[in-house]
Each structure stands twice: as C-alpha cells, then as structure tokens.
C-alpha cells in the first residue's frame, strides 16, 4: 500500500539537502540547546534570541554563518524590494507560537519541608516534600531513608516522600550530609501537619 | 496528536515486548519502510529487546533497549518513525516539501494545507493516499514534521484545497520532548 520512490529521485532529493555529499549515517543532527529543535529551526521559536546566545556560545561557527546570512538577507531585500515576498503566498492567522509561561518551576521556593502527622491512632509518619526542586530523584532518596533509618519510606503523589516513623530530627541532619546541594537553611521544619497522612 | 502529549502523564504502561511480537514488528517495518533494510539493525539491533509503551489515545510508542522512543503509531496504523530517529536516518520516508511560509504553522501543530505543498518553494514527491511523509522545508536541512497523506500528490495538484497531509508529530511537540524511558 506504501508507494515506493524510484530511487533517482530519493538519491537526487538527499544530495540537494546535503550537498552531492557522501552520506553516513546515523546523521548526526546539531540541535538547539535552548529549543532543542535543529539549529536551522531557531528562528521560529518563540525566544530565539536566547538561542541566538546558546549558539554563539557553543558553535561560534554556525552562528557567525547565521549573522552572514541574516546580514545578506536584509541587504537583498532592501536591494530588491519586495520581489521575493511578492513570489510567496501570504497566510493569515496567528501563527507565530507564542513564548510559554511555564516559570512554574522557577517561581517555586527551593525549600524542603518537613512536616508529621499521625497516622492511625499512635503512628507517627514524616512527610518531605520539595526534594523534587533540587534535581533529587525522589524514589533513590526515598530508598536511601529508608534504609538509613531501617523503616518504611515511599514517594507518596508527586513530590513528596512518606517516611514511617518521627525521623524529622535526624533528617535534618541527613538531607545536607547526602545532598550537599541542599542548604542547611533551606529545610524548613513546618512542625505537625494538619493534613491526615495518605492511608 | 502530540501536542498535549506529556511524557508522565500520557504513558499509562510499558510492556516488554515477546520476541515473536518483536520479529513481527521488525517485519511491519521493513514491508513499510523497504529502503530502511541497510539500517535496520542499527535501529532495532536483533538481541535487543524491545518495549511498548502504551500511551493514553491509542498511542503506542515502540521503544528500544537503551529506552529511546523509535516509532510510534496510533491504533491499528502504520508505524512512523520518530523525528529524532528521522533525522539519523532520513532516506527512507517519503518527503514532501513545503514552502516557507507554512513552517510557523506546521511547527505548531497544524495540518498541512495544499497550497503549501503546490506554491513555488514547495515540491513534492508523487505518493499515494495514507502513505507516511516526512515534511521537509524549504531551504531546511531537517524534517519538521511527520504526517501521512489525506490525498493522493496528484490530487493535491488538482484540487489544491483542504488538507493535505494530517500532521501527526512535529518538532518540539511531546513526543519530541519526551526523555528516553528508563
């Protein structure tokens, strides 16, 4: 059902995009840093000037051909009017895609909280959340508190870890010895928990 | 098709693949895909195996050993590869070429309209209905998008009206975004 090219013509269309080279592949393809589309692709991107930045500093190469072009693009079309806009056919509509707020992550404090609760009548659990902020991957942590303190521990919903067991004390101690990334003054003891524990 | 795709969400479970499924689906491919002969096993290497993941909207994503998503397809359809193994490998999907103009929209998402692949920058190559392409641009090195044709290219030509190629997944979208699973 798939119709098949001659081959002329799939040879004929590689060399046009690679120039008549011999080939190897896996081709290897330089992607954007900061779009992570193909370097070619940037300049549709909503924040291509930041881009622009990322190219500069890791292929000075590309992007000085980059300011080659762009330089001889506007001489040509001030040279020669609108000729090739005339050529291309106008679209309307809002294509252009639009610079996406996620600054979620940014905006969230980088703090770990430490919190209790009790759960059943006499059961005491930790709860840690805001690991997650600090790159920490969340199920090694978990697994590493809970042989650290011998007790049940697990990545509860998204970004928090249960720990069975008071060890809100020791984990002070703890989280700045295994992740030193972590600030002694970025764990934030946020005392008994009014939220009932996940059963 | 992937535009709201996220990677931990969307993924709702991944199965190791039989390996008589895996050989199955080795064959599919290279029915689909005859040129990817010389390449196949640097793509899917014949011990590995291979997993499934299967997505929410009746997407399944081949994966290989190392995790990388490959190709993907959506119910009983055909298996398409995805852009990132398209641009190591770009021989052996069908391109068709599109004109400047249309790269904003194609980029976020939209189909492709025959205008765009009939007008001067524009080129095609002569497919049939429902084959897999990959859309190239004009004066681009790289695909930036993959779809498969509502129409046949001739009557792309003659009608040069509507959609002509159903993007499926294009650069930057989820798929695109999606991290190697572990």
Redesign the interface.
């Known amino acids: 059902?798939?119709?098949?090219?001659e081959p002329d013509?799939?040879k004929k269309?590689?060399e046009e995009?690679?120039g008549a080279v011999e080939v190897t592949?896996?081709?290897?393809?330089k992607y954007c840093g900061n779009?992570?589309?193909?370097i070619?692709?940037c300049e549709?991107?909503a924040e291509y000037d930041k881009c622009k930045e990322w190219l500069a500093k890791n292929y000075p190469e590309d992007y000085e051909k980059l300011m080659l072009r762009e330089v001889e693009e506007a001489a040509g079309a001030s040279a020669g009017g609108m000729d090739s806009d005339r050529?291309?056919?106008?679209?309307g509509?809002k294509?252009?895609?639009r610079a996406k707020k996620d600054n979620e992550d940014d905006n969230e404090l980088k703090c770990v909280r430490l919190s209790c609760t009790t759960r059943g009548k006499n059961k005491r659990v930790t709860l840690v959340a805001g690991l997650a902020a600090f790159k920490i991957d969340l199920r090694a942590a978990a697994k590493f508190f809970g042989t650290k303190f011998a007790c049940g521990s697990s990545v509860s919903g998204d970004k928090e870890i249960v720990i069975q067991g008071d060890v809100k004390d020791d984990l002070l101690e703890v989280i700045p010895d295994k992740w030193p990334e972590v600030p002694r003054d970025a764990i934030d003891d946020c005392g008994e928990s009014k939220k009932r524990g996940q059963s | 098709m992937f535009k709201k795709f996220e990677e931990k969400d969307s993924i709702s479970s991944i199965q190791q693949l039989k390996s008589s499924v895996q050989k199955g689906i080795r064959t599919k491919l290279l029915e689909a895909y005859p040129k990817l002969e010389t390449h196949i096993d640097l793509i899917l290497p014949k011990k590995d195996s291979y997993r499934i993941a299967k997505c929410h909207d009746h997407i399944e994503l081949l994966l290989n050993g190392t995790g990388e998503q490959v190709f993907f397809r959506h119910r009983d359809g055909p298996w398409m590869p995805t852009l990132r193994l398209l641009h190591k490998f770009p021989y052996f999907v069908t391109m068709q070429q599109v004109d400047k103009g249309a790269i904003r929209f194609v980029l976020s998402g939209a189909n492709v309209m025959c205008p765009g692949l009939t007008s001067p920058g524009a080129c095609m190559t002569p497919a049939e209905k429902g084959t897999v392409v990959a859309i190239m641009a004009e004066g681009k090195e790289h695909a930036l998008a993959i779809g498969l044709l509502t129409l046949s290219t001739e009557d792309i030509l003659k009608i040069n009206k509507g959609i002509g190629i159903e993007t499926y997944h294009f650069l930057n979208d989820g798929l695109w975004k999606a991290k190697p699973v572990k």
């Open positions: 059902m798939h119709a098949v090219n013509e799939i269309k590689v995009c690679h592949y896996p081709i290897e393809v779009c992570s589309m193909p070619e692709y549709y991107y050529k291309r056919q106008k679209r509509g294509g252009m895609l």
